[in-house]
C-alpha cells in the first residue's frame, strides 16, 4: 500500500528527515514516529489514541511501522495524512521486518483478520450456562460439597471470561462496535470486577514493549516476583511512573518466590481487582469512565450477595478461595509465556519488532483438542506478531512463522505445559538466589538472616 506521503513525494516538496532529527522528537510534547519510511507529528494524536498513548510514548522517536501494521488494518492508513511532515532520508527495512510485512499482508488478503469462527458465540453460551449452574448450586442446594463446586464455577467462568476479553480487546468478536463493547462490559467489568479499560491500558503497554524490564507492566511485580537480577537496580517503572524499588522487603519476599509463587497466583486476583478499581477512579483519562465504573460496581453487588446466601462463614472463605485459586491456573498461563524469555532495560526499537517478539515469548506445545485449555496464549508468538488475528486461525499460522524464525536464525520457543512451569519455577528460583547476595535492599546482617539463607 502506498504510504501517506507519497503523493507529496511525487511532487517533489517533501522534507527529508535524517533517523537523528527523527530521535530528536521522541518526548510527549513533541513526539514524532516514522512508518514505512514516512515521518509523521502525532503530538495532537496523543490524548485521542484508541490504544492510549503509552505505544506511542514507548516508540517515539523512531520508527514504528511494523508494529503499527500489526494493531492497525490497512484503513487506518489514510488517518496518518494529517500528521505527515516529512520522508526518512535513511530509512532502511531488515529482511526480518520485510519478510514479517510480507506475511502480514498475505494474511490480510486472505481475510483472517475478520473471520472469527464460531469461538466467541460458544464462549458465551458456555459461561451463561456454567453461571446459572453456579447460581442453582448456591441457591438450591444444601450440600457444602455443592457450595464448593459452585465456586469452581465461578473460577472457571472467570477463565473464560477472560480469554473473551483478551480476544475482544484485540479484535472484533461480533462484526458490530456497539454489541462488542457491550460483551466486554458484560463479561469483563460485571462478570469479573476487571475493568477493560484497564485491561486495555496495560496489555496494550505490555505488546508494544513486550519483555523490557522497564516498561512492560507484566514484568513489574515487585516486591513479590522479580524474573531478573536488573530488578534489583531500583529501577523506574514507565508504566506505574514509580520506582521499582529493590528494599529489604523485596529482598526478603524475592528470595523465596520460587515457593510463593502458585500460592500467591492463587490469590492473584485481588491484585487485579485492586488495580482496575484504582485505574477507574484515579487515572486521568478513562474512556466511558462512568460506564467502566458502573460495570465494576456490578460486580462487587452480585459476587458478595452470591457469597452472602451460603450459610456459614467457613463456607463463604471456602466459596471465595475455590473461585478465586480455580481462576489461578489463568494467572499462572498468563506468566508462562513471557517470564523464562529473554529480558531486557529500555524501551523496544521499532525496526526489530519481529525480532524483539519472538525473542521474549514462549509458546505452549499442546494437541488441539486442548485449545480451549490455553485460550490461544499458547500461539503467543503467533499472537504477538499478529495480535488482531482470532485465535481460531493461530495453530495454522504457526508453520509460517516457524519458517521465517528459522530462516533468519531467530529463536522460535516453545515447551509443554508441565516444561513451561519448569521453566518458569528455575527461572524464578535463579533469580531468588540472586537476590540473596544482591547488595542493595539488604536486611541488616545477623546470625538469623545469615542462617534462614544459607539454603536454596
Known amino acids: 500500500m502506498p504510504a501517506a506521503g507519497d503523493s507529496a513525494a511525487a511532487a517533489?516538496?517533501?522534507?527529508?528527515?535524517?533517523?537523528?532529527?527523527?530521535r530528536a522528537h521522541a518526548s510527549p510534547d513533541d513526539l514524532w514516529i516514522s512508518i514505512s519510511g514516512d515521518v509523521y507529528d502525532v503530538t495532537p494524536w496523543l490524548p485521542h489514541h484508541p490504544g492510549g498513548d503509552l505505544p506511542l510514548i514507548t516508540l517515539a522517536g523512531q520508527d514504528a511501522t511494523d508494529a503499527f501494521a500489526a494493531y492497525h488494518p490497512p484503513s487506518a492508513r489514510p488517518l496518518l495524512r494529517r500528521f505527515f511532515v516529512g520522508r526518512l532520508s535513511d530509512y532502511t527495512v531488515s529482511p526480518a521486518s520485510a519478510d514479517y510485512r510480507r506475511l502480514l499482508a498475505q494474511l490480510s488478503s486472505a481475510g483472517l483478520f475478520e473471520r472469527v469462527g464460531p469461538t466467541p458465540k460458544v464462549q458465551l453460551v458456555l459461561m451463561a450456562t456454567l453461571f446459572c449452574a453456579a447460581l442453582y448450586l448456591v441457591l438450591a442446594c444444601a450440600t457444602a460439597s455443592a457450595h464448593l463446586l459452585a465456586g469452581g464455577l465461578i473460577g472457571f467462568i472467570w477463565i473464560q471470561s477472560g480469554w473473551m476479553g483478551h480476544d475482544s480487546g484485540h479484535h472484533r468478536i461480533t462484526g458490530h462496535p456497539l454489541l462488542d463493547r457491550v460483551v466486554q462490559v458484560l463479561s469483563g467489568n460485571c462478570l469479573t470486577g476487571l475493568s477493560i479499560a484497564w485491561w486495555k491500558c496495560n496489555h496494550n503497554t505490555h505488546h508494544?514493549?513486550?519483555?523490557?524490564?522497564?516498561?512492560?507492566?507484566?514484568?513489574?511485580?515487585?516486591?513479590?516476583?522479580?524474573?531478573?537480577?536488573?530488578?534489583?537496580?531500583?529501577?523506574?517503572s514507565y508504566f506505574y511512573r514509580r520506582t521499582l524499588a529493590f528494599d529489604a522487603a523485596s529482598k526478603f519476599l524475592i528470595s523465596y518466590q520460587h515457593w510463593t509463587f502458585y500460592p500467591v497466583m492463587c490469590i492473584a486476583r485481588i491484585n487485579l481487582l485492586t488495580q482496575s478499581a484504582l485505574f477507574v477512579l484515579t487515572e486521568?483519562?478513562?474512556?466511558?469512565?462512568?460506564?467502566?465504573?458502573?460495570?465494576?460496581?456490578?460486580?462487587?453487588?452480585?459476587?458478595p450477595l452470591l457469597v452472602s446466601c451460603l450459610p456459614n462463614w467457613w463456607e463463604r472463605v471456602a466459596f471465595v478461595l475455590s473461585s478465586f485459586t480455580i481462576c489461578g491456573i489463568q494467572h499462572v498461563q498468563f506468566c508462562l509465556n513471557h517470564?523464562?524469555?529473554?529480558?531486557?532495560?529500555?524501551?523496544?526499537?521499532?525496526?526489530d519488532w519481529f525480532e524483539k517478539q519472538t525473542a521474549g515469548t514462549l509458546d505452549i506445545l499442546c494437541s488441539p483438542w486442548m485449545d480451549w485449555f490455553h485460550g490461544g496464549l499458547q500461539f503467543q508468538i503467533e499472537h504477538h506478531l499478529f495480535p488482531r488475528l482470532p485465535r481460531c486461525h493461530l495453530r495454522k499460522v504457526a508453520p509460517y512463522?516457524?519458517?521465517?524464525?528459522?530462516?533468519?536464525?531467530?529463536?522460535?520457543?516453545?515447551?509443554?505445559?508441565?516444561?513451561?512451569?519448569?521453566?518458569?519455577?528455575k527461572t524464578l528460583r535463579a533469580a531468588a538466589l540472586q537476590a540473596r547476595n544482591a547488595t542493595s535492599g539488604a536486611a541488616p546482617k545477623n546470625l538469623v538472616w545469615e542462617a534462614v539463607n544459607t539454603h536454596g
Open 12 to 22: 517533489g516538496d517533501v522534507r527529508m528527515i535524517s533517523s537523528k532529527e527523527l
Open 208 to 236: 508494544i514493549a513486550c519483555n523490557s524490564l522497564d516498561h512492560d507492566p507484566d514484568l513489574q511485580h515487585m516486591p513479590l516476583f522479580a524474573v531478573s537480577p536488573k530488578l534489583f537496580g531500583n529501577i523506574w
Open 284 to 303: 486521568k483519562k478513562v474512556p466511558q469512565r462512568f460506564l467502566e465504573i458502573a460495570g465494576v460496581a456490578a460486580f462487587w453487588a452480585w459476587y
Open 339 to 351: 517470564f523464562s524469555s529473554e529480558v531486557y532495560v529500555g524501551p523496544p526499537k521499532g525496526n
Open 401 to 425: 512463522v516457524r519458517d521465517l524464525c528459522k530462516k533468519h536464525g531467530l529463536p522460535y520457543s516453545a515447551a509443554s505445559f508441565w516444561d513451561a512451569n519448569v521453566l518458569t519455577w
